[in-house]
């Protein structure tokens, strides 16, 4: 355990700032498994809008970096656009 006030304080943040990155991380974890396992288009579409707009949040608030978030949302699109066909 940290001694020094300045310590503990930064050690209480970083419980708080890895809770808000863990829960960020699934949610677009989350929103890209259900758009993969979706049988129909629109069905993943859907998901796919919800995995993108987590993927954007966790970008902005600096969780995953932009290119990363970009990536996987490239991927994501072009296993939904498979789906098309």
């Known amino acids: 355990m940290p001694n020094k006030p300045a ?3 930064a050690l ?5 700032r890895a809770l808000l990155n ?8 989350g929103a890209i498994k259900a758009a993969i396992k979706s ?13 993108q707009k987590a993927l954007d949040k966790a970008a902005k608030r600096q969780t995953i970096k932009k290119n ?9 699109m072009d296993k ?6």
Do not use: Y
Not at 39 to 51: D, H, I, N, P, Q
Not at 68 to 76: C, F, I, M, V, Y
């Open 7 to 9: 310590a503990r304080k």
């Open 12 to 16: 209480r943040q970083n419980k708080k």
């Open 22 to 29: 863990k829960s960020r991380k699934d949610a677009f974890r």
């Open 39 to 51: 049988k129909t288009f629109e069905e993943a579409l859907k998901f796919a809008r919800v995995a």
């Open 68 to 76: 990363t978030a970009a990536r996987k949302l490239s991927r994501l």
């Open 80 to 85: 939904v656009n498979k789906l098309k066909k």
